[in-house]
């Protein structure tokens, strides 16, 4: 693939990089290890401007290029933080903290990114400004909303800001775009079902939680089922109880939590209304009561299509039109780069990394991202650069 021979130059030293970063993954908005290393490759590879402390670990490094007077400015963004996972790839560089790792594919974004502004401070073939951004705490942490809090579009003017995330679903070095939604809306679900507690031989002297919870997940997925427009999308899933512990003791409480995820903010409405009335009601009828919390998380990751379009021309540029392929439907994972959609014009990209159909997926315990596509990413970073500020 037609790759951007300078950056191919550099392909050992990148990977280099994502494995020193895979090997000590950091959490959330602490990641001073990967910031400072950030922070320090950027002026090493003499950018004009390296800013710290953004979002606590934030960076931003500016390149301008050879003319930079034109007010011309796009911001460029990858996330660095990782999973609360423990690693299960036996790797020689596999994470060095146990519990936390790269299960998401960060470093390599991180690396891509960094891959891309040695290039583009190296040879400056484009009139304007280029921002590289990379952000802390997308995994929960709305990192890329609180940058956008601080003031990032202000210190940093740019008419558009790009994305773009590892996808090990589609094959390595293989692009796929979509205008309009590409990824959902969340929200979290936090019930608290209180009943009375009994022995477990005595079921009639108590109420019991764990029943109630079992008709509360089943009836909760008829919300999906019977109150949206069938035509719509949204998501409802409990994915933790945790009740008691004695296989013979009724106990007093269980606590239910889940998610939730839609595009359309009315199918977010449908879906917020619908768990609370379902899971009080399901209570009540048991003689239980249920406190219920539907917590709103990210809002749906939405591609502007004439961004979109430009995305789609950088990406063709690098793997060739084949390569570069229509996403049908948009996937109901969530990402926090909509808070930067949400306030500047800009599209979101995947890259596939796929080795095999057997490649575990992100979040997975064996995840470990593509080497291969490393020069892949940063020279769609470069690419989309030097087209959208063509000197």
């Given at each position: 693939?037609?790759?951007?021979?300078?950056?191919?130059?550099?392909?050992?030293?990148?990977?280099?990089?994502?494995?020193?970063?895979?090997?000590?993954?950091?959490?959330?908005?602490?990641?001073?290890?990967?910031?400072?290393?950030?922070?320090?490759?950027?002026?090493?590879?003499?950018?004009?401007?390296?800013?710290?402390?953004?979002?606590?670990?934030?960076?931003?490094?500016?390149?301008?290029?050879?003319?930079?007077?034109?007010?011309?400015?796009?911001?460029?963004?990858?996330?660095?933080?990782?999973?609360?996972?423990?690693?299960?790839?036996?790797?020689?560089?596999?994470?060095?903290?146990?519990?936390?790792?790269?299960?998401?594919?960060?470093?390599?974004?991180?690396?891509?990114?960094?891959?891309?502004?040695?290039?583009?401070?190296e040879t400056r073939n484009?009139?304007?400004?280029?921002?590289?951004?990379?952000?802390?705490?997308?995994?929960?942490?709305?990192?890329?909303?609180?940058?956008?809090?601080?003031?990032?579009?202000?210190?940093f003017p740019m008419q558009?800001?790009?994305?773009?995330?590892?996808?090990?679903?589609?094959?390595?070095?293989?692009?796929?775009?979509?205008?309009?939604?590409?990824?959902?809306?969340?929200?979290?679900?936090?019930?608290?079902?209180?009943?009375?507690?009994?022995?477990?031989?005595?079921?009639?002297?108590?109420?019991?939680?764990?029943?109630?919870?079992?008709?509360?997940?089943?009836?909760?997925?008829?919300?999906?089922?019977?109150?949206?427009?069938?035509?719509?999308?949204?998501?409802?899933?409990?994915?933790?109880?945790?009740?008691?512990?004695?296989?013979?003791?009724?106990?007093?409480?269980?606590?239910?939590?889940?998610?939730?995820?839609?595009?359309?903010?009315?199918v977010g409405d449908v879906?917020?209304?619908?768990?609370?009335?379902?899971?009080?009601?399901?209570?009540?009828?048991?003689?239980?009561?249920?406190?219920?919390?539907?917590?709103?998380?990210?809002?749906?990751?939405?591609?502007?299509?004439?961004?979109?379009?430009?995305?789609?021309?950088?990406?063709?540029?690098?793997?060739?039109?084949?390569?570069?392929?229509?996403?049908?439907?948009?996937?109901?994972?969530?990402?926090?780069?909509?808070?930067?959609?949400?306030?500047?014009?800009?599209?979101?990209?995947?890259?596939?990394?796929?080795?095999?159909?057997?490649?575990?997926?992100?979040?997975?315990?064996?995840?470990?991202?593509?080497?291969?596509?490393?020069?892949?990413?940063?020279?769609?970073?470069?690419?989309?650069?030097?087209?959208?500020?063509?000197?």
């Amino acid at each position: 693939m037609p790759i951007i021979n300078r950056i191919a130059d550099f392909h050992e030293d990148m990977t280099a990089w994502r494995r020193d970063l895979h090997a000590h993954p950091e959490l959330g908005f602490d990641l001073p290890r990967t910031s400072a290393i950030v922070a320090e490759k950027l002026q090493s590879f003499g950018v004009d401007e390296v800013v710290t402390g953004i979002a606590k670990t934030g960076v931003v490094g500016v390149i301008h290029g050879r003319r930079s007077e034109t007010g011309r400015a796009i911001g460029l963004r990858a996330d660095m933080d990782a999973l609360p996972i423990l690693e299960e790839t036996g790797l020689p560089y596999a994470s060095a903290t146990p519990g936390l790792m790269h299960a998401c594919g960060h470093d390599g974004h991180t690396t891509m990114l960094l891959g891309a502004a040695r290039y583009l401070a190296e040879t400056r073939n484009f009139d304007g400004t280029v921002y590289v951004i990379f952000q802390p705490a997308e995994e929960g942490g709305g990192g890329g909303q609180v940058m956008v809090q601080e003031g990032l579009f202000e210190r940093f003017p740019m008419q558009q800001v790009y994305g773009m995330h590892n996808w090990p679903n589609i094959s390595a070095g293989t692009f796929t775009f979509r205008p309009g939604p590409i990824m959902a809306a969340t929200g979290r679900i936090y019930i608290t079902i209180t009943g009375r507690g009994a022995h477990g031989a005595k079921p009639n002297e108590g109420v019991d939680p764990i029943l109630v919870a079992s008709h509360i997940v089943t009836a909760l997925q008829s919300i999906v089922a019977r109150n949206m427009e069938p035509t719509e999308a949204g998501v409802i899933t409990i994915g933790h109880i945790s009740a008691g512990n004695a296989e013979n003791v009724i106990p007093e409480r269980a606590v239910m939590k889940g998610t939730a995820r839609w595009f359309s903010p009315e199918v977010g409405d449908v879906l917020e209304a619908g768990v609370h009335r379902i899971a009080t009601g399901v209570a009540a009828a048991f003689g239980a009561t249920a406190e219920v919390e539907f917590r709103r998380a990210y809002p749906a990751t939405i591609n502007d299509p004439e961004a979109t379009d430009l995305s789609y021309k950088a990406a063709a540029a690098v793997a060739g039109e084949a390569r570069v392929v229509p996403m049908e439907r948009p996937t109901m994972g969530a990402e926090d780069f909509s808070y930067m959609l949400n306030a500047k014009q800009g599209s979101y990209i995947l890259l596939g990394g796929g080795r095999s159909a057997d490649d575990p997926g992100v979040h997975h315990p064996r995840y470990d991202f593509n080497d291969d596509v490393l020069p892949v990413g940063a020279s769609y970073w470069a690419t989309l650069t030097e087209q959208l500020l063509r000197a």
